[in-house]
């Protein structure tokens, strides 16, 4: 009989070539969307002797949003089908691969004691059919098999794994492509992509049951980050009133309707986007009073069994530590890419590698960029930023890197913005905002925190102005069904603005990895930039993958890449925007 490890290796071959095949037929008999959500990068996928129906988590809430004062009744009697077609024109095979991208296998039993859950220290991964050399373009396969404390072998999956291949005196590194097998086993496709040496690693994120307590306080207590919403008024003798009051999301579900019912509350209802703010109403103030708003704290509800599990997280496993060799092969297309940066491209698995700590990107052409070049690139443009630090970073990477570009004191607390920077010289006009609510940040006006779709409703776009967002960290803790009206409404934005200004370039910023604990989850970011690339894959604006290159880069995991990251992601950013 052959061996489990043979037997997983034949069916990993079968598998990836299946989807290059399956891949190919859709490319010339689907449209654009659910090609492109397709080749969207999955870290798990079906096998053929166990398929799962993906449950709908936005049909399950569809009920409460008819009943909710969060909206205008928006679907009255339609179904969930006609809602999201004439809302926002998704398609029920749209939303139906939404769900597909979404779900993630789970346990086939109960978890009673952490000895069942997935071990790190008993999981070993194997380089399937080791050759002595390969040449660059080729492809190495890897088998991570999953074991328990008592080190029984693991008959179902759902773990959380991340794995890259690198070489470290080279500053060498690429992210693998990790697909479960759902039996136990993982099967992981490297692309082998520079001249020299590599070595496989592989890190448990985290246990399948690990990531049933992800999900099951993601389903019920929302509430676990909560914020201050602050209120003034004047009062006698020119003294002035003050209360501070907790601030959230309003949500009939998943723990948010803890804050209170009926007349608990004040709430901020925005005309545009019918999303609703609600505070606890001030013993002694009007809801007109609210003035400024800060995060609050964080509520740590897990239980002594679920923290043990979380424990486990972000762990290396040992396996086969053969250093792999390999050598030069000319013109070869994988990795020699020279296509035009535009918009709508797919993004690959793998979207590139790093050499010397320089990104090269498999997905266009682009370029590495100097202070002459990078100003020649924005000048006489307006640019605009929204989204959340890891966005701001990029604001601060333009203000410290051209000299002539001068930020101005507006005046606001710095972190939520808004900012701005203004090179006169070259008539560039750089702003960054935050998205909105919800936002962990300092105390701040809540005059300042705008939403994104109404922002881009208020631009007129055009060939000089360039809108650049992401959307993640902040929406960690909140519901699927939550995040995924949010991003739809910029989607509905966005294609309305490229509409009226179809020369407008809008690039959207994918959610990047640093996050390892029950409040920001990098399997919690993993799903919201699952739906951040499904909403955005067909709406013809830029799609710029960070996931891979903060996954696979040697430097420490942090939310907030550092510099070297950064300015990697400027280069890619910019060839967007200037595809010489």
């Known amino acids: 009989m052959p061996s489990k490890d043979k037997t997983d290796f034949q069916t990993q071959k079968k598998y990836f070539h299946r989807q290059r095949s399956c891949l190919f037929k859709l490319f010339i008999g689907l449209p654009l969307l659910v090609i492109m959500c397709i080749l969207v990068e999955w870290s798990y996928m079906s096998n053929d002797n166990q398929k799962h129906a993906p449950p709908s988590f936005l049909s399950k809430h569809f009920a409460e949003l008819q009943n909710s004062s969060t909206y205008d009744d928006p679907a009255g009697s339609q179904s969930l089908r006609s809602f999201f077609q004439s809302e926002f024109g998704i398609s029920s095979q749209s939303y139906y691969m939404l769900q597909q991208g979404v779900y993630w296998p789970g346990p086939h039993r109960p978890t009673t004691n952490l000895s069942m859950s997935t071990s790190p220290e008993h999981t070993k991964f194997t380089i399937q059919n080791l050759k002595e050399s390969y040449q660059t373009g080729e492809e ?65 994120i985290h246990s399948s049951e690990a990531v049933q307590v992800l999900k099951h306080h993601r389903d019920t207590d929302s509430d676990r980050v909560y914020f201050n919403g602050y209120y003034e008024a004047s009062g006698p003798n020119k003294t002035r009133l003050s209360e501070v009051v ?23 209802s925005d005309p545009r986007t019918k999303e609703t703010w609600r505070c606890k109403k001030p013993k002694s103030l009007p809801c007109s009073a609210l003035v400024y708003h800060s995060m609050g704290s964080y509520r740590n509800r897990l239980t002594k069994e679920e923290k043990a599990l979380m424990e486990k997280t972000n762990k290396g496993i040992s396996g086969d530590e053969n250093i792999i060799k390999i050598l030069h092969s000319p013109g070869n297309k994988t990795i020699d890419v020279t296509e035009k940066c535009q918009p709508a491209l797919h993004t690959p698995v793998p979207a590139g590698f790093f050499l010397d700590d320089v990104w090269t990107s498999f997905v266009c052409n682009i370029s590495h960029f100097t202070l002459q070049t990078t100003t020649k690139c924005l000048k006489d ?82 060939p000089h102005t360039i809108i650049m967002l992401n959307l993640g960290p902040h929406f960690t803790t909140y519901p699927l069904d939550f995040f995924t009206l949010r991003v739809l409404r910029i989607r509905k934005a966005v294609l309305a603005l490229l509409q009226r200004a179809p020369d407008t370039t809008v690039i959207i910023k994918t959610v990047n990895t640093g996050y390892k604990d029950v409040f920001g989850s990098d399997w919690y970011s993993l799903q919201l930039d699952r739906v951040l690339r499904w909403a955005f894959q067909d ?34 950013l910019l060839s967007f925007i200037c595809p010489y």
Request: charged letters at 20%.
């Open 140 to 204: 190495l396969f890897v088998t991570v098999h999953a074991k328990d404390f008592n080190n029984n072998s693991k008959g179902y999956g759902g773990d959380f794994f991340q794995a890259k291949l690198f070489w470290s005196k080279s500053k060498a590194s690429v992210f693998g492509e990790v697909v479960d097998l759902l039996n136990g086993s993982y099967s992981v496709r490297f692309l082998l992509p520079w001249v020299g040496e590599a070595q496989v690693a592989v890190r448990l």
């Open 246 to 268: 907790e601030c959230n999301v309003k949500w009939d579900k998943n723990g948010l309707e803890s804050l209170g019912t009926k007349n608990c509350c004040c709430e901020y």
């Open 381 to 462: 443009k307006h640019i605009y930023m929204m989204g959340d630090s890891t966005m701001r970073q990029w604001f601060e990477f333009f203000v410290k890197t051209i000299p002539t570009l001068k930020q101005m004191n507006l005046h606001v607390q710095y972190n939520a913005g808004p900012l701005m920077a203004v090179d006169v010289e070259n008539n560039i006009d750089l702003h960054w905002r935050a998205h909105g609510f919800p936002l962990r940040t300092f105390k701040t006006a809540v005059a300042s925190l705008h939403y994104i779709s109404n922002e881009i409703d208020d631009l007129a776009g055009g």
């Open 539 to 572: 709406v013809g604006v830029y799609i710029l993958d960070v996931w891979q290159m903060t996954a696979c880069h040697y430097s420490e995991e942090n939310i907030h890449p550092g510099p070297i990251i950064i300015k990697n992601e400027i280069d890619v």
